[in-house]
């Protein structure tokens, strides 16, 4: 296990090159296109509460029957906030949004807390303000027309969403794509590097000899770089200059 190791360490160092080159151009790549070509999508939110009806408000007591009524209530409400009868009003009323209801609906979603009545309508879009319109528009239409549908009136509006509210966009992520992408690239340009390790079948050194052959090897021709010729001739003179006494044991 440690030769096979130590064998693909030196496949990864032979072909470092090719890794580092893959590695550097998919993350720049990516950061590019996150920085400069993606648009950037702000979501806004607002909350609203199934509470007690207007008929019953005057009431002092609490009445659990009717808080458990309204939280059961709270799934039916969720589906019906994304029906066209919701949306189609909000069109309606709303005509500066400028987006249909089916537009409308994919933009839209509409979550809660396990037994509470309280439901968070959010929005995404490119532009903040426009994700603010869209949300304050579903929420005071859907609290309107509710007593229509279900003859009741027991939607209130904690909170709407403000233009104010600064945020910064939910995606993209620049860091986390960039991250992913050095990952993603980095096992993808090692994979490269044993690929092609593995359809390279020449020989290099004298194990391969050994194991393509079968034969040991009695001796090995060096590569010699021309850099190194002209050093070993500049030393060999410096030697024999002056020094008629030197011998060359190699000799």
């Given amino acids: 296990m440690e030769l096979e190791l130590k064998e693909y360490v030196r496949i990864v160092r032979r072909r470092l090159w090719i890794i580092i080159s893959l590695v550097l151009i998919s993350t720049m790549t990516t950061g590019i296109i996150s920085y400069y070509f993606i648009q950037p999508v702000y979501t806004a939110s ?150 092609l390790e593995y359809m390279d079948d020449t020989i290099k050194t004298e194990k391969d000899i050994e194991n393509y052959l079968g034969i040991p090897t009695l001796g090995v021709i060096t590569k010699i770089k021309p850099k190194d010729v002209v050093k070993g001739k500049s030393a060999k003179q410096q030697r024999v200059v002056g020094d008629t006494k030197y011998v060359n044991v190699n000799q």
């Fill in 46 to 195: 607002a909350k609203l509460i199934v509470n007690k009806s207007e008929d019953n408000k005057g009431k002092e007591s609490f009445d659990y029957g009717s808080v458990s009524i309204d939280i059961k209530l709270v799934n039916t409400y969720k589906e019906i906030i994304k029906t066209p009868a919701i949306m189609d009003r909000v069109v309606e009323r709303y005509p500066e949004i400028n987006l249909s209801s089916e537009a409308l609906i994919s933009k839209v979603r509409v979550s809660s807390v396990n037994e509470t009545q309280v439901m968070t309508i959010s929005a995404q879009d490119q532009s903040q303000k426009q994700a603010v319109r869209i949300v304050n528009a579903i929420s005071e239409v859907f609290q309107s027309e509710i007593s229509t549908i279900l003859k009741v009136d027991n939607v209130t509006i904690l909170n709407r969403a403000k233009e104010s509210d600064r945020t910064a966009p939910i995606s993209p992520n620049p860091t986390t794509n960039i991250g992913i992408s050095f990952l993603l690239s980095l096992l993808v340009s090692i994979g490269i590097a044993l690929l």
